[in-house]
């Protein structure tokens, strides 16, 4: 399966909304004015309850989990769209990392490497995480230095050992939020008041804007929160979030670029950032025209033995159903 924008798919406030607006914002000093999908705000049990989850193709056919590894042997960047704190989603993101990892691969996958990219860290840690990574900072300076998402420990850290203990690069996809803050109080434009050391962990600008199609997903997403009255948040949020999308994608093209070989690159990303195609992988066709990827959307479902509803399955190549609640979707 190889997949370019080309055919990607396309289309399918209030104390509530600026829960929702702080979404991947939930390390130290969340800000209620950025527009994202909702990450849990604090640090939960480390022990989440029984959960389950069933892997499934476009067409609704179940699978297991060495099946999606054949299927995505040729191509760049596997996006994994999360419901952030979703513990059976975070099950089936350490599961196939492990197994991507691990020696039962596919043949053409064995020899290209593997690079694990995060929503969750942001482009001016990069060398905080490289050194943790290479064993010269403990995890306690580490931690302290490259302001995790609160919920760090439970959800992500095991990602993160997983690379540590395989050799694995890890990539700080996302921008700092302050930057995305300025963004979504100013607009884009002022950006252009930041100096040379802050332009460097952003991509270039002008970044690419929001397409038609991301802004009726990102309206219906509005217009779908309750006592949010059809407000939309103003396009400075909008843009706000596609600073988000472009910098992530920013983030993968210079790492495929400037990567030794043909490595599979696996994003884990909130899921409004790639559903249908649009969000990040619209951007990264900007930075990296002709990125091949696939899309993995993860979804909440009651009853794990049945195939996906239509709208589910067009979010993207393949979806997982999860058991069990989350703080956010």
């Known amino acids: 399966m190889r997949r370019t924008m080309k055919g990607a798919w396309r289309g399918a406030a209030t104390s509530l909304l600026l829960i929702f607006l702080a979404a991947c914002a939930s ?7 950025l527009p994202h999908p909702g990450a849990p ?23 297991a989990l060495q099946e999606l590894l054949e299927a995505v042997v040729d191509v760049e960047v596997l996006f994994i769209g999360e419901r952030h704190g979703d513990p059976a ?15 039962d691969l596919p043949s053409a996958l064995d020899d290209r490497g593997l690079i694990l990219s995060l929503e969750m860290f942001e482009r001016d840690v990069q060398p905080v995480l490289d050194e943790y990574l290479a064993g010269l900072i403990t995890e306690e300076h580490f931690l302290s230095a490259a302001r995790p998402w609160d919920s760090y420990r439970r959800d992500y850290r095991p990602l993160v050992e997983v690379a540590r203990q395989e050799g694995l690069p ?11 803050n300025r963004v979504s109080r100013l607009g884009r434009d002022a950006l252009a008041e930041l100096g040379e050391d802050a332009l460097k962990h952003l991509p270039p ?6 397409t038609d199609e991301y802004r009726t997903e990102w309206n219906a997403l509005m217009d779908g929160i309750p006592g949010n009255h059809g407000a939309q948040g103003g396009d400075t949020l909008l ?19 400037s990567a030794d070989g043909d490595p599979l690159v696996v994003h884990v990303t909130g ?6 195609g649009t969000g990040t992988p619209e951007a990264l066709a900007h930075y990296r025209p002709g990125t091949t990827f696939a899309i993995v959307s993860i979804r909440a479902s009651e009853d794990l033995a049945s195939s996906p509803e239509a709208q589910d399955r067009a979010r993207g190549d393949f979806v997982v159903l999860t058991s069990g609640a989350a703080p956010g979707s």
């Open 239 to 257: 843009e706000a979030q596609s600073l988000w999308d472009a910098s992530m994608a920013y983030s993968l093209a210079e790492v495929l670029e």
């Open 41 to 63: 705000a604090t640090e939960q049990a480390l022990e989440p309850p029984a959960t389950g989850w069933a892997l499934y193709d476009q067409e609704g056919r179940e699978l």
């Open 27 to 33: 390390g130290p000093s969340a800000d209620p004015h």
């Open 205 to 210: 600008l002008p970044y690419p804007g929001p």
């Open 89 to 103: 989603g975070h099950d089936f993101q350490l599961q196939l990392l492990q197994a991507l990892a691990g020696d």
């Open 271 to 276: 899921s409004f950032h790639v559903d249908h």
């Open 170 to 180: 890890v990539v700080a996809a996302n921008a700092p939020r302050r930057y995305v």
